[in-house]
């Protein structure tokens, strides 16, 4: 059974292929026919292959799956698994509280920023209301971005960098660049859950290295690269996602020396450096934008309806990766949308907008730890900025049970293992401070923490 | 050096990777060791692997190549690839003149009917404008989208269709989800240049089967699924880009019987439907959506800067194609995007702009057709709508110099070969009758045609 499987899904038998008849690969493989029988039996009852009365097997036509990246459909019994924060915070309605989403409420958001932006959009000439568009982006928001990154101290120049669609396709176009199925991909456990939903989809092997309070364990990481030789490794180095740690010095520098002694490529997703109250280590800022390539997007602190990422990169690889984004989605972002973010970006507001957000989130952030700790949900530590606590059900329950439970009564929490490869954070739960003003979320949490027997 | 070659692309042998002695592989191969040194040597000459002093060759760490779509960049003197057309379109500026492009020039568009929607997009509830909006894209879009689907008498439900970031990137999620690598694909000769540059980044084999002025070549159509047994075919039904042709009812059964034999999905992208004068057939009304994926986005009828697609198909497949969005994306298309088409969509204005394009396009498709047939260049029909003119040059010269010469006078041409898997349009080239009103490229094209060596 296996041998035929093994065949099946490498295609060297395609759909309506005839297999074998049994007595000719019962010789070949040294068995008796009647195990061949029973093997083909199996597999016909499994609905892989088919018999034809008198003319033997054939392998059906609905053999090769397509790409299931999930068994589940988005119901509320769906698996505990990468995509179920997404499906459920995207999907659900606005009655629905969602402490476990990663984004903001949108009275957090520079809404009357955005609004002259849009008003100014109206006025604008028709070519950038109805044209595609340049395959890198609008060179004003270019031209914008490489001053952030020189606030970073990355020095880019301006055909390093290219717009996107999102930090996700940002993302996914360089692992379609860099990755092959089958390569190994390294990412930190925890990690943000999409990147293991996306590898997924690039049918790659995924590892995790330990995440520490002052980035990946680097000693570990510097093993697991020996050991694994793995292609590329994703990580954020800001403000972590989910645990808001931040990448030290001189972890940053050895995790660069490993990375260069073993040919690794390493994407630094820097989608919540906003959020930092003052600017911690790049590893795109030491290393120069050689091996590390940076990806960033303003879905968290300006809007993610009007979506755009970017890359910055090599030169050549910004080439190449340009053929790669007219082919699969002709032409970069929207032209409306770059109009939209660089007007708001370039009107002094958003400074204004991210200093009090910043400040708003500091206060929130030790209210919710407070209130957290009272139900004996202990954060893992108080980070320097960001939306995110990372924290630990002191008794060591299952996050996952508490999550069920809360989502019975329309509450979304994020739990632990759909963060982590190595499915080790099962008492662990990353919580957004800035989506937990409502009274009844917090009622929900207690009635579910009593239902999974806790002793408070 | 062959299978060291192999090795390398095929992983077995990894950067860094010691290669076997020189006398044991000289052993195990039948070849003398000076044989081996020979290949190594080239080897390390191409870069492949690198020789240290006493401990024998290594594979080179720079050795698995990234995903390069086209070798070259977008200069001037770039391949006439499938990308040629589009980078030298998009990304060269207003004074360049763009009869070879794919799209309206803005004064086509429906300007004011854009602009009201952004006004109104101005005074929208605050979560349209900085969420991330639903996994399938706003449910107002798709219950439009599903009244026009019933107006090509293609009966869908709302879970059989889902929003994305364009059509190209509807296209892309399909190809991931039907796709492996080593895939063959069944395209049109000619076909849409841009399928051919998205099918290269899927690393798939692509066939093609010639098209006629009624559809694709049946009994050939036939041939191929039996003897290469494709996974999918892509192809235009209404307007086929870049002939114009329709295909016919006939022809549409024919088609879908071979694929239904021999199990072939097929993706029908509808996106020059709505410049029909009438309705022609659609394989995806034949077939239910049950084996045909049908795709579409309103780039070329109301704005290419506001991007949009939508997918069409088996309500099972569109589950799983959302979860991979999600996973590549994060969320469906721009919310602020479907909202700006909904509006102008649902505001009755854009069946008469469609109307007025309809009329103004064959206008222009009569006066081009002229023009060109009295530089020798003739239409190889006469399509029912749409904007362009698939011509041929008369005494059977290379399109492909022609363009380049055009180029070198600020004119981007579209020649033949690019549409073309099987390289057979040589002296062919698509006009787009809406870009050609300026009468420097006409004069442009003459003095082409004359240093071509044209009898004119």
């Known amino acids: 059974m296996g041998a035929i499987r093994a065949k099946i899904a490498g295609r060297a038998l395609a759909a309506g292929d005839r297999l074998p008849s049994i007595r000719s690969l019962a010789t070949s493989m040294g068995v008796s026919p009647s195990t061949v029988v029973d093997a083909y039996d199996r597999l016909a009852a499994e609905g892989q292959i088919r018999a034809r009365r008198g003319s033997g ?17 988005p119901r509320r019994d769906r698996a505990v698994d990468p995509f179920w924060v997404s499906r459920q915070s995207l999907d659900t309605d606005a009655t629905v509280l969602k402490p476990g989403c990663g984004w903001l409420p949108p009275d957090w958001m520079p809404d009357a920023a955005l609004r002259r932006a849009v008003r100014a959009l109206a006025r604008t000439e028709a070519s950038l209301l109805t044209d595609y568009g340049g395959t890198r982006g609008a060179l004003t928001l270019r031209r914008l971005l490489l001053t952030r990154l020189a606030d970073d101290a990355i020095a880019a120049s301006i055909d390093q960098l290219m717009l996107t669609g999102s930090g996700t396709q940002a993302t996914d176009l360089v692992c379609r660049f860099l990755l092959r199925p089958g390569d190994t991909v390294l990412v930190d456990d925890p990690c943000y859950f999409n990147f293991r939903a996306l590898l997924r989809a690039h049918q790659v092997k995924i590892i995790s290295v330990p995440y520490t309070q002052s980035g ?12 694994e030789r793995p292609r590329l490794y994703i990580t954020n180095s800001a403000l972590h996602n989910p645990t808001g740690a931040t990448l030290s010095l001189p972890t940053a520098h050895r995790l660069l020396s490993a990375a260069a002694a073993h040919d690794l490529t390493i994407i630094e997703d820097d989608i919540f450096g906003d959020f930092e109250p003052e600017r911690s280590p790049r590893l795109a800022a030491l290393d120069g934008l050689a091996r590390v390539i940076r990806i960033g997007s303003f879905s968290k602190t300006l809007s993610a309806s009007v979506r755009c990422g970017y890359i910055a990169a090599r030169a050549d690889w910004i080439e190449h990766l340009v053929d790669l984004q007219v082919a699969t989605s002709f032409g970069g972002p929207s032209p409306v949308a770059t109009e939209i973010i660089a007007r708001v970006l370039a009107g002094g507001g958003y400074r204004k907008h991210m200093d009090e957000l910043r400040q708003k989130l500091a206060r929130a952030r030790r209210d919710v730890a407070r209130k ?6 202990e954060p893992w530590l108080m980070p320097r900025g960001g939306i995110f606590l990372w924290c630990r059900l002191v008794d060591g329950r299952d996050a996952t ?26 008492s662990f739960l990353r919580f957004n401070v800035a989506q937990m003003s409502d009274p009844r979320m917090w009622d929900v949490m207690r009635r579910a923490l009593k239902a999974n027997g806790a002793g408070l």
Chains 1, 2 share one sequence.
Not at 58 to 72: F, G, I, N
Not at 372 to 377: F, K, P, V, Y
Not at 406 to 418: K, S, T, Y
């Open 57 to 73: 097997f054939y392998v059906s036509p609905t053999v090769m799956p397509p790409l299931a990246l999930s068994e589940d459909e």
């Open 216 to 227: 990946p364990d680097v000693a570990r990481f510097e093993q697991i690269l020996a050991a």
């Open 372 to 377: 957290l700790q009272a139900l004996g949900i």
């Open 401 to 426: 049970q508490l999550a069920r439970a809360a989502l019975e009564e329309d509450v979304v929490l994020a739990p632990g293992n759909v963060f982590s490869v190595a499915q080790t954070a099962t």
